[in-house]
């Protein structure tokens, strides 16, 4: 879909406002976006990294507030539709419609899903699980694969402190379960179901 304007953003730039008004998707075309929340003291959670083919800024479509903040993690190329321009497609393609909502719908699950973890796990537990997904999407059981993840974008992910994450990581690379250097991780064996 070409009917919007390409954009070019450099690493690091925040293209979407938590609580501002908007009415633009962002379809990426290069890149890696991280779409996140953040409280009045600046802590912050990541919600999910976004690549080519993805799309975000749907949540406020309905004329609401973003209800997420979104940051280049690299220089990133994005075309921009607005509401009228992403309708008029529709309205030409109305498959394109399913598509969004199937997107949309993943989305919900992965949110549940994440819900679930943070509200049902310890922090370990919800390290142990972010560790376990990370490394098993780049290998085939995960371990000896390594995961470019720094201590800080655990603890967005997991929703605590970036201190508890070190104490944590620290632990398990003297127990000889990972491997640490530069934000990258290395998982050496299995994480034990308790720590």
Not at 6 to 30: F, N, S
Not at 32 to 47: K, M, S, V
Not at 116 to 125: E, F, I, Q, S
Not at 152 to 165: K, L, T, Y
Request: proline share 2%; aromatic share 6%.
């Amino acid at each position: 879909m070409r009917r919007g304007d390409v954009r070019r953003y450099a690493k690091g730039t925040l293209i979407i406002q938590e609580g501002d008004h908007g009415d633009t998707l962002y379809v990426i075309l290069h890149g890696l976006l991280r779409a996140f929340g953040a409280d009045d003291q600046g802590r912050e959670i990541t919600y999910g990294s976004f690549g080519a083919g993805e799309c975000v800024g749907e949540m406020s479509l309905d004329g609401g507030t973003r209800s997420a903040s979104v940051m280049t993690l690299e220089p990133s190329v994005c075309v921009v539709l607005t509401r009228e321009t992403l309708l008029r497609y529709i309205a030409e393609q109305p498959e394109f419609a399913f598509e969004l909502l199937a997107m949309v719908i993943q989305r919900a699950r992965s949110v549940t899903l994440s819900a679930k973890r943070l509200a049902l796990n310890d922090v370990y537990g919800r390290l142990r699980l972010l560790l376990g997904a990370e490394s098993a999407q780049l290998g085939s059981d995960g371990v000896g694969v390594e995961v470019c993840l720094t201590h800080q974008d655990i603890a967005n992910r997991i929703g605590c402190s970036r201190e508890m994450v070190s104490r944590l990581m620290k632990d398990l690379e003297k127990g000889g379960y990972l491997a640490q250097q530069r934000g990258r991780v290395r998982l050496l064996r299995a994480l034990p179901h308790r720590w």
